[in-house]
Structure formats: C-alpha cells, structure tokens
C-alpha cells in the first residue's frame, strides 16, 4: 500500500488548508484512515481518524471544532480540513491506514508527509 498526502503550504494564522490522502495498491475501504502531526523536536501526535465505514470520528482535544477528517472510498482519498489554524499547528502532517485508533500502533501503512506551516 502506498499512501500520498498533500495539500500542505505555508498560511496564516486563522487560515485553512485541506489535506488530501490518496491511497495506491489497496482498497481504502476495509481501513481506518488517521492524521498525525510531528512538529521539530517533539513526537509524533495523533491529530484525527476515520473508521473503516466513514461511521464514527475521533479527534485531538487540540483540534476538535477546527479540523474534520473525512474519506471519499471511491476515490480512494482521504482528506482532512483544517480551519481556524494556529501557530502551535505547524508540522508535517501525516496519513496512514490500520486499525481505529489514537496511537501510531495501531497503523500499518504511512505516507511521506506534507508540511504545514502557520505564520503569527
């Protein structure tokens, strides 16, 4: 499974991005689909998920109300909206595919990346 996300850039504080996921060589649909976020020096960080069906969602305390996690299983695409965006939300941002869940354990497949930085 190869996994591809874009959309990142540089934007200002209260700005919005729209990341996209596309998924190769599996069906996106028997998968849960998760964001994650490393910023310079700190871990990785669970930022969204999705469950296999699109049926339940589960975010970051930090960007709950801000970002929505969504999918599109014809497309095999993956996206995730982010308003509202804050300076502490620079990173590189990252898809991945497994298990419905907030750790990166529970991921088998992850993209390259796609950085996101918000200016103050």
């Known amino acids: 499974v190869q996994l591809q996300a874009f959309g990142g850039g540089l934007v200002q504080a209260g700005g919005s991005l729209r990341l996209s996921c596309a998924a190769s060589?599996?069906?996106?649909?028997?998968?849960?689909m998760g964001w994650f976020r490393q910023a310079p020096g700190k871990e990785r960080e669970f930022v969204a998920v999705?469950?296999?069906?699109?049926?339940?969602?589960d975010y970051a305390e930090s960007v709950k109300g801000r970002f929505t996690i969504s999918k599109d299983i014809a497309k095999n695409t993956g996206y995730l909206q982010m308003n509202s965006l804050k300076p502490e939300d620079t990173a590189v941002y990252y898809c991945?595919?497994?298990?419905?869940?907030?750790?990166?354990?529970?991921?088998?497949?992850w993209g390259q990346g796609t950085e996101v930085t918000v200016s103050s």
């Open positions: 999705i469950n296999w069906s699109a049926s339940t969602l």
């Open positions: 991945t595919i497994g298990r419905f869940s907030s750790s990166v354990r529970g991921y088998d497949y």
């Open positions: 060589g599996r069906t996106f649909s028997n998968y849960a």
